[in-house]
Nanobody, 124 residues
Framework: QLQLVESGGGLVQPGGSLRLSCVAS????????IGWFRQAPGKEREGVSY????????IYADAVKGRFTISRDNAKNTVYLQMNSLKPEDTALYYC?????????????????WGQGTQVTVSS
């Protein structure tokens, strides 16, 4: 059974850092393009970052560019999202997901399999 499980969320002060993890089971993550998304209360789910199979191609939303870094360890079937210089507006439920699309995309509609999410709250 294909499964994605996120972890690493929590409460952090503005300017702080968190590293989210997304562990895949039931399939080989190396064969998939993967994305991180977030959804704040009352807002639509939005793409945060994207990684190609080998990690050589990445995309970031403008709001997180220069602060977030996506990486993957295919040997561990895991993808990470390093989040630095966190801001209150980064508060959201963060999801990882995989797509079978053959082009880079951060549209949630292009992603087939999703994790349950991990909550990130940035507050003083």
């Amino acid at each position: 059974q294909l499964q994605l499980v996120e972890s690493g969320g929590g409460l952090v002060q503005p300017g702080g850092s968190l590293r989210l993890s997304c562990v895949a089971s039931g399939f080989t993550l190396a064969y998939y393009r993967i994305g991180w998304f977030r959804q704040a209360p009352g807002k639509e789910r939005e793409g945060v970052s994207y990684s190609s199979w080998g990690g050589g191609s990445t995309i970031y939303a403008d709001a997180v560019k220069g602060r977030f870094t996506i990486s993957r360890d295919n040997a561990k079937n895991t993808v990470y999202l390093q989040m630095n210089s966190l801001k209150p507006e980064d508060t959201a439920l963060y999801y990882c997901a995989v797509t079978q699309k053959t082009i880079p995309t951060m549209s949630p509609y292009d992603y087939n399999y999703w994790g349950q999410g991990t909550q990130v709250t940035v507050s003083s």
